[in-house]
């Protein structure tokens, strides 16, 4: 059991909105979620600062037999993460690594329709945009939206999660603008260890939760 439980996504995400809020963030900012757990964490960290919320969608690229162990990634704007652990045993590859990724792809595009609803893809010129997930266990995904932002023209890219291993940490800090990260247990065995509640989110949800985000963003944003 993990020292530091949260109860659930929603109130990981209220910790970790009043450690961001600490950040001195040059405005516009934007607030992007990584679908789909990120999506409660990062709606409250927009909500506290009362900036856009919109996702950044990603697909994590699972070891064939072992989907669950990440050994990469794909973002948005055909970002390709390649996870650089060496002594992955059986890892795939460079032909087969890029047909699993292309697979993932088809994922991604239905669920970037979904999710944004036809809107254009992101434009973040001169913006700060902060990443939200509800916790990185390689980094791979985190690091393929970094990327990703850097590409859609954020001039800073600012990493939040509730929780992270060592690894991520150091991964994602590596080229990220500001690294908030309330917990870095010495051993990460599962996110889901870390909270009381971590009931797998649908679409619906998601969807909701932008919805309900875009509705409430009439303040003026940070």
């Known amino acids: 059991m993990s020292s530091h ?5 929603r109130e990981a995400g209220r910790e970790l909105a009043r450690r961001v809020s600490q950040l001195p963030l040059r405005a516009p900012v ?29 697909r994590k690229i699972g070891m064939p037999g072992q989907p669950e162990l990440a050994i990469g990634a794909i973002a948005s704007g055909n970002i390709v993460v390649r996870d650089p652990r060496a002594g992955i045993v059986g890892r795939p590859d460079t032909q087969t690594f890029a047909a699993l990724a292309e697979r993932e792809q088809e994922e991604l595009l239905r669920r970037e329709r979904s999710y944004r609803g036809g809107a254009p893809p992101l434009k973040l010129n001169g913006m700060t945009a902060v ?20 590409q ?15 690894e991520a940490s150091a991964l ?5 603008d500001a ?20 009931a797998q989110l649908g679409d619906a949800e998601v969807c909701m939760l932008l919805s309900k ?10």
Do not use: N
């Not at 900036?51 to 950044?56: G, I, R, S, T």
């Not at 690294?179 to 971590?198: K, T």
């Not at 985000?213 to 940070?222: G, R």
């Open 5 to 9: 439980q949260f109860p659930d996504r």
């Open 30 to 58: 934007i607030v992007l979620a990584l679908p789909r757990g990120g999506v409660p964490v990062g709606y409250e960290v927009a909500r506290a600062l009362r900036a856009p919320l919109d996702v950044l969608v990603v």
């Open 131 to 150: 990443l939200v997930d509800d916790g990185l266990a390689t980094g791979a995904t985190m690091l393929a939206a970094l990327r990703s932002a850097r």
């Open 152 to 166: 859609a023209g954020a001039s800073s890219v600012i990493v939040a999660a509730p929780v992270a291993s060592d």
């Open 172 to 176: 994602v800090g590596a080229e990220a």
């Open 179 to 198: 690294l908030v990260l309330l917990e870095i247990p010495p051993e990460l065995h599962s996110i889901g260890e870390w909270y009381g509640d971590f």
């Open 213 to 222: 985000a875009k509705s409430c963003s009439s303040a003026t944003p940070v």
